[in-house]
Structures are given as structure tokens and as C-alpha cells.
């Protein structure tokens, strides 16, 4: 004897609902690969690549910060070398004494002290952005930002010596004060106005490293924004899936009621039966 139920029925309703409470609890339309195996790839695909310019702007973000680091200090060794040349054309002047002239040198190599001091200690995040490292005052090292999800997405800033050295304002530095004398003054004059230019060079490199980064920023964000928008197609329509699980949750009780009246006629019948 054989007495049928709607066990099925109940089954299916529980699982519309548990799916719907799913959706609502996570936000996504599609959880797993059965409720729709290519939309859901779709998905995942557009959030991975959200992800992924998520990650290249905070990347553009602290290169744009390196850099604006990296140029606050040129400026700073700009003013130096501004207040190096007009020392330099105090000295160059015979009107000056040479007791004078020894005092105005003293300062000027003070001043470019500070100025090797400023390339040694500007760094962001321990990379020392003038020079090789603090303790190596050669060349930097060629960087290079990631500003894409490719890795030939590249910008790259040039090898930079931001000191007396890579100046070229050695001799000066090491210039004694007792034989400085105002044709000595005239002839450092050359060499501080080529350093300015180099340290212009310098500056110009990063203002446009910095452009680059605050384009590639702009466009990062724009692409991430559009990505989500597209990735917003497979979010949870709050408002239907919540009418969805009431609706199931009311079936899901009926069919409990209607199974248990099923279950009290079905013994009924079957003590008939047996009687």
C-alpha cells in the first residue's frame, strides 16, 4: 500500500526560500554556479577586474605621494641654490673683504651641507627618492610604478643624483676659505647656474611623472566605476527577492499545515483499512 504526500512540494518551497535569503543576506544575485553557471562567471570576472583597479590606483595613489615628496624637497634645494648664487655674487665683488668673502664661503658650503642632507633623507616608505640610498649618495635607482592590471602597464621615473655631487658642486664644497677669492666667486657662478638647470631637469621629471599618474589615477577610476556598474547587474533586487521569501515562507506554512492534515487523514484511512 502506497499513500502519497506533498513532501516534494514542501522540499522545493525551502529551497526558494533559502535561496532568497541567501541573495539577501549576500547582496549577489548569483552564489553559486546552479543559479546561472555563465552569468556568474561573468560576474566573477567583472569583480576580479574591479579588484584589480582597485589595486592599480592605490598603486598610482602612492607613486603620485612618492612624488610629490620627491618634489617638495627639489623645491627646497632650489631655494638653496637661489641663496648659493646671490652669496656668490656678494663674494664676487671686490667692495667685499676677504674676512667678508670667508664668511659668505662658510655658509654657502652650511647650506649645501643641508642640501646633501635633504637628498640623503628623502625617502617614502624606506626607497630614498634623490640619490642611491641614504648612505650612498650615486644615483637612484630607476622606479617604476604598476598603473594598470598588465604588467607592461608601466610609468617609470629617470635615475636621479639630486646632490652636490651629481651637481657637479664638489669644488665648491671643497673650496678652501683662506685663498677664496672674488674671481674664484665669479667662476662657481657657471657651475651653481648649471646645477640649477640639472635640479630644474629634476623637478621637471617628477611634475611629469606626476601628471602621468594623476591621468592614469582618472582613468583607473573611471574604469573601475564602469566595471562595477557592469557588475551591478547581478546584485540583489532587495525588494523582489524580500516579497520572494515572504512569499515562500507562506507556502513553505501552508505546505506544513496541509502536510500535517494529509498526514492525520492518511492515518485514518488507513485505520479503516485495518478495521
Not at 634645494?77 to 663674494?91: G, H, M, R, W, Y
Not at 634623490?130 to 644615483?139: F, M, R
Amino acid at each position: 500500500m502506497q499513500i502519497n504526500s506533498n513532501s516534494v512540494l514542501n522540499q522545493n518551497v525551502y529551497l526558494n526560500a533559502n535561496q532568497s535569503l541567501n541573495r539577501i543576506a549576500t547582496g549577489i544575485e548569483l552564489n553559486q554556479s546552479s543559479d546561472n553557471a555563465s552569468s556568474l562567471s561573468i560576474s566573477n570576472s567583472l569583480l576580479a577586474q574591479s579588484n584589480g583597479y582597485g589595486q592599480a590606483l592605490e598603486n598610482a595613489n602612492s607613486a603620485i605621494a612618492a612624488t610629490q615628496i620627491a618634489s617638495g624637497a627639489t623645491t627646497e634645494q632650489s631655494n638653496i641654490l637661489n641663496n648659493v648664487k646671490e652669496k656668490l655674487l656678494q663674494a664676487s665683488t671686490d667692495t667685499t673683504s676677504q674676512e667678508g668673502r670667508d664668511a659668505i664661503l662658510k655658509d654657502i658650503q652650511k647650506q649645501l651641507e643641508q642640501f646633501d642632507k635633504i637628498a640623503s633623507g628623502t625617502n617614502y616608505n624606506g626607497q630614498t627618492l634623490l640619490q642611491k640610498s641614504s648612505t650612498d649618495n650615486s644615483a637612484s635607482d630607476v622606479q617604476q610604478f604598476q598603473s594598470g592590471l598588465k604588467g607592461e602597464q608601466l610609468i617609470e621615473t629617470s635615475s636621479v643624483q639630486s646632490n652636490t655631487e651629481g651637481l657637479g658642486l664638489t669644488d665648491l664644497v671643497n673650496q678652501d676659505a683662506t685663498t677664496f677669492s672674488s674671481s674664484d666667486a665669479k667662476n662657481f657662478l657657471e657651475t651653481v647656474d648649471k646645477a640649477i638647470n640639472k635640479l630644474n631637469d629634476v623637478r621637471g621629471e617628477f611634475g611629469s611623472v606626476q601628471n602621468q599618474l594623476e591621468s592614469s589615477s582618472r582613468n583607473l577610476l573611471a574604469q573601475q566605476t564602469s566595471t562595477l556598474s557592469a557588475a551591478a547587474l547581478f546584485d540583489t533586487d532587495y525588494a523582489k527577492e524580500s516579497s520572494n521569501f515572504s512569499k515562500q515562507n507562506i507556502l513553505a506554512q501552508i505546505g506544513a499545515f496541509g502536510q500535517v492534515q494529509s498526514n492525520n487523514i492518511n492515518q485514518q484511512t488507513v485505520l479503516r483499512l485495518l478495521s
